[in-house]
């Protein structure tokens, strides 16, 4: 089991950039997938970075090209840098973390989720 805990949330201008921090309660690299999500008042939760065991990130393509999703192994924290940040973007983000089971193809539980309590992001005009 993990504890995650995010950090880094505020308000920023439209076309600004925020850093969110997600620290883990134990090492994290190659045990767990990583992830970042959203949701905003009235919508449903949203994936906006995944990061598997090995490194390899994929983003949706709402933030590709703006966002970036990274692993700091030594302390254990998992970050999201937002770019030219846009008012689409306001929403709380939460980190989760879910445990490889296949040591073979890294594949991750579906069932066995860890999530952060969220950090709010405000993006105004």
């Known amino acids: 089991q993990v504890r995650l805990v995010e950090s880094g949330g505020g308000s920023v201008q439209a076309g600004g950039s925020l850093t969110l921090s997600c620290k883990a309660s134990s090492a994290v690299s190659r045990y767990y997938c990583l992830h970042w999500y959203r949701q905003s008042p009235g919508k449903e939760r949203e994936a906006v970075a995944h990061m598997n065991r090995d490194g390899r990130t994929d983003y949706a393509d709402s933030v590709k090209g703006r966002f970036i999703i990274s692993l700091d192994n030594t302390k254990n924290i998992l970050s999201l840098q937002m770019n030219e940040v846009m008012e689409d973007d306001t929403a709380m983000y939460y980190c989760?973390?879910?445990?490889?089971?296949?040591?073979?193809?890294?594949?991750?539980?579906?069932?066995?989720?860890?999530w952060g309590q969220g950090t709010q992001v405000t993006v105004s005009r």
């Open positions: 989760m973390a879910n445990p490889v089971i296949d040591t073979l193809t890294g594949y991750c539980s579906n069932r066995e989720q860890y």
